[in-house]
């Protein structure tokens, strides 16, 4: 018998190896039965169906289909992870719990903190696992499943946008009372860009309070070798304190020192689940000084929940544990069911939470890890109770 075979041991051997490698064999193969229903699941709702239907409607090939398929999956094992981590805790401590195995344990001494260690350990091993996954392997797995589906559609355009750039950037100035207000100092438009060369430009510029100018021109680019914009067939007006221009400049060739945020914005974003958490830091710094203060925020947020994401596995380990650990007599049917309510209680939390964090009424970092913070404290409460029995 399981049970008997560890009494074998003393205490200082059960807190050593034989009680981790015993409960952890445990988790396994219900946290690999998760990941299968979970993936299966994720995958026949969330990209299955639409699969299907561009298959019939589209005339998309039954081959691409299958690739698009498996692109799609990293995605969906990411949100396997922490579901499945839940339901492992939860079936194998229900059923240690319905054998009277941690009964007969914690009469040798072990407390419930020790019990659930083996939990913890293994929940940080899926944690690392889903940090790469999340932001590595299905971002870049995400991107090619689009370029895919794009490009056997027939619907690829350019990756960057061709009319209207638009880009404005602000600075920080403190005013004679003391206080601090943001002013416009730079406003660059071009009506047209082809990929190498805007068109029919205007910039003013006004990052020297003495002076200011505007410049107009027929072209520009962006000359890589020196690190400036080289406009072509414009004109220079330099505007004084007063108002009044102060001079004007015509010029076939001039370099202006302008920044190459406006060539940066014109490339179009990938979206925020076809990018590693570096990639999107990269493009938050480049649209931090242009972009409206809710889409800065909505960045924010998303990029706290790329790390903090993870962790809801170490969060439902200790849940599901503590849940299983009470003495009880549940079977799997009832651990999938209490499953299925906690996820859905916790992504409706964290959908709430990242709502609250892009409106500005929490800070975005607090929108991401408010979820985890929750799921801990009512984690901790359930192994307080657990202790009382």
């Known amino acids: 018998m399981k049970i008997a075979a560890l009494k074998l041991f003393d205490r200082a051997s059960l807190g050593l190896s034989v009680m981790n490698l015993y409960i952890i064999r445990e988790l396994i193969l219900p946290f690999l039965f998760g990941m299968g229903i979970f ?16 298959v019939t409607d589209s005339g998309l090939f039954w081959g691409v289909a299958a690739k698009v398929l498996i692109l799609k999956m990293p995605e969906f094992i990411v949100l396997a992870f922490p579901m499945s981590i839940l339901l492992a805790t939860l079936m194998t401590y229900s059923r240690l719990s319905s054998d009277s195995e941690l009964v007969a344990l914690r009469s040798i001494g072990v407390n419930i903190y020790r019990l659930i260690l083996p939990a913890i350990a293994f929940s940080l091993c899926i944690v690392a696992i889903t940090f790469f996954f999340n932001n590595f392997v299905a971002p870049a797995a995400n991107y090619q499943a689009t370029v895919t589906l794009k490009e056997a559609l027939g619907t690829t355009t350019p990756d960057f946008d061709t009319d209207n750039i638009l880009f404005d950037e602000y600075s920080e100035i403190t005013t004679k009372d003391g206080h601090t207000r943001d002013v416009l100092t730079r406003l660059f438009y071009a009506e047209e860009f082809d990929g190498e060369q805007m068109k029919n430009l205007t910039v003013l510029d006004r990052s020297r309070r003495s002076i200011s100018q505007i410049v107009t021109a027929r072209s520009a680019k962006w000359n890589v070798l020196e690190n400036i914009w080289d406009f072509y067939n414009g004109t220079i007006y330099l505007i004084g304190v007063d ?15 302008l920044p190459q945020t406006a060539l940066e914005i014109t490339k179009k974003s990938k979206k ?22 809710q889409k800065i925020r909505k960045w924010q947020v998303r990029i706290h929940t790329k790390v903090a994401l993870p962790f809801v596995c170490l969060v439902f380990a200790l849940i599901g544990a503590a849940l299983g650990a009470k003495p009880q007599s549940s079977g799997k049917a009832t651990s999938f069911g209490i499953c299925i309510g906690l996820i859905f209680t916790y992504y409706l939390l964290s959908f709430i939470c990242e709502s609250l964090g892009i409106s500005g009424a929490v800070p975005p970092w607090l929108a991401a890890w408010l979820p985890n913070i929750l799921g801990l404290s009512a984690a901790g409460g359930l192994l307080t109770q657990a202790t009382d029995y």
């Open 243 to 257: 108002g009044g221009y102060s001079n004007i400049v015509r010029f076939q060739h001039q370099q202006l020192a």
């Open 272 to 293: 925020i689940k076809e990018m590693s958490i570096f990639e999107a830091r990269d493009y938050l710094k480049v649209i931090k000084n242009s972009a409206d203060e």
């Open 39 to 54: 993936t299966s699941l994720g995958l026949s709702i969330g990209a299955v169906f639409e699969l299907i239907r561009k």
